[in-house]
């Protein structure tokens, strides 16, 4: 069966560099979510996007910012990346009532800024 | 407080023993709650959800709910040495937002 599909899978950046994560989700599925897991944390979420309109916000840093397009991937935009911005971004997607509706993860892109 | 709280482990069991993990939530207004198992640098790979009260089986995993008492757990029989990894408990809060617990790190030894 597809799964959800996350470009790139490795990402090596710089301070105050800026980087952008692409989800594809699972076919049929309206909704996506982005989370961040840091070092040995549990996943934080950030923002989610039901049917091209953003659906919750999270912590999610005023410096990055996210969108749903017309095909349901989605992309997570990240300006002046720090240190701390170091993790493993995973996008999730669901259908239907999301509340209700289990989310499947992708397989994350490991992001390192140095 | 986080609004999921797990005991982090690890829960270190015998190969063929039953494991048994467990999670409180704080926000009564959660509906739906999901178990999670993470192997180390990998994604969250669902195991159960649950949305009522009292127990749901699947195969070796039998999810418990009790919204009286704000408690989930996970019971996982003839536990096998490929069961070790970080179970993930999570609530929906929100509108769809997955609030996760730190997560329990299970071991289970030959």
Redesign the interface.
């Given at each position: 069966a597809a799964g959800v599909i996350q470009s790139p899978r490795h990402l090596i950046k710089e301070k105050r560099e800026t980087a952008t994560l692409k989800c594809y989700p699972i076919p049929r599925h309206d909704t996506v979510y982005w989370y961040q897991q840091g070092p040995g944390q549990d996943p934080q979420f950030l923002i989610s996007f039901y049917e091209k309109m953003q659906s919750d916000k999270g912590s999610i840093p005023d410096r990055f910012s996210a969108q749903q397009f017309s095909d349901y991937h989605s992309e997570l935009n990240m300006s002046s990346l720090e240190l701390g911005d170091s993790a493993l971004y995973f996008c999730a997607s669901s259908f239907g009532v999301p509340s209700y509706n289990e989310q499947f993860f992708g397989p994350g892109t490991r992001l390192t800024v140095l | 407080q986080k609004e999921v709280e797990q005991n982090s482990g690890p829960l270190s069991v015998p190969e063929g023993a039953i494991a048994s993990l467990n999670c409180t939530y704080s926000d009564r207004g959660s509906?739906?709650f999901?178990w999670?198992r993470q192997y180390s640098?990998?994604?969250?790979?669902?195991i159960m959800?649950i949305?009522s009260n009292g127990d749901k089986e699947d195969g070796r995993f039998t999810a418990q709910l009790n919204k009286a008492s704000q408690y989930v757990s996970l019971l996982i029989r003839d536990s096998q040495p490929s069961d070790s990894a970080t179970y993930?408990c999570a609530a929906?809060l929100?509108?769809?937002?997955?609030?996760?617990?730190?997560?329990t790190r299970l071991a289970v030894h030959p």
């Open positions: - | 509906q739906s999901f999670y640098g990998k994604s969250p790979e669902l959800f949305y993930l929906i929100g509108y769809n937002k997955l609030i996760f617990g730190a997560g």
